[in-house]
């Protein structure tokens, strides 16, 4: 479920991208989820093209039409596309090697990739608010037990995790929050999350880094404050905190497009 807090943050994310997104050009997102940033990029004069997998966390209610691949092959011509984008979800991809051959096949020759991602900023942060979350949960299914007149018509978030995992699974989540990515653990995410790795990766599978920057805003993965801190304040608190995501714009190595050089935090 994608809330309206959620909503917030990633409107000012793409609006920090939007300047690198070329208007007129042909717009791939890849991970579009229920298609809500997809729609968005449109309503600021895009043409778009959303895919995503059939298994996508957030496939229910779409708002704009997403194309279901099998995560391996994009279904679109090659050259095509002036721009490839990406909000959260390289860290999610096993085969990023494949995953980025198929996008340069797509690219037109001057193309370039936008790819938002988590920072190691992030994931110390969401480690660190892992215990306030887990207590708030234990806090919240105390009153479910106390009210009566909600036991029978809220369903209980820690039960269902006990149904799921087991006693001990749940005491071992409560222990020790689990990755957020498809490598490493919650502790070795804060390198494979840093800019130091995205660079060497980008490096070594053929792509030339143009620019990385922040998007100047500060949460977690939790997001226990929600709404009651404002974006004002998460912008302010970014330059103390460290960003919650960076913004790496890449293009292919043997593009005849000369680097602008990397941007500096």
Not at 55 to 75: F, H, K, M, N, W
């Amino acid at each position: 479920m994608i809330t309206n807090h959620l909503r917030n943050l990633r409107l000012f994310e793409l609006q920090r991208v939007l300047p690198r997104i070329p208007r007129g050009g042909l717009v791939l997102e890849i991970g579009a989820g229920n298609g809500w940033q997809a729609q968005k990029l449109q309503e600021m004069g895009h043409h778009v093209v959303a895919i995503d997998v059939p298994e996508s966390t957030y496939g229910q209610a779409r708002v704009y039409t997403v194309v279901l691949y099998d995560g391996c092959l994009i279904p679109l011509r090659p050259n095509g596309l002036s721009c490839v984008f990406t909000s959260n979800v390289l860290e999610h991809v096993q085969d990023l090697v494949g995953l980025g051959v198929e996008i340069g096949k797509v690219l037109s020759e001057d193309g370039y990739a936008v790819h938002l991602m988590p920072t190691a900023s992030w994931r110390i942060w969401t480690l660190l608010t892992h215990y306030p979350h887990m207590l708030r949960l234990c806090t919240q299914e105390m009153r479910r037990k106390l009210s009566p007149c909600k036991a029978h018509t809220m369903q209980s978030r820690v039960g269902s995790a006990s149904k799921k995992y087991g006693v001990l699974g749940v005491f071992r989540r409560f222990l020790m929050p689990s990755r957020h990515g498809e490598v490493g653990n919650t502790i070795s995410e804060i390198y494979h999350f840093s800019r130091f790795r995205w660079r060497r990766f980008f490096r070594e599978s053929g792509w030339q880094l143009v620019e990385v920057f922040p998007t100047r805003l500060f949460y977690t993965g939790y997001s226990l404050l929600d709404t009651r801190l404002s974006l004002r304040a998460r912008h302010f608190l970014s330059y103390f905190l460290g960003s919650s995501c960076l913004v790496y714009v890449v293009r292919c190595q043997d593009s005849s497009a000369e680097s602008t050089g990397e941007s500096r935090l």
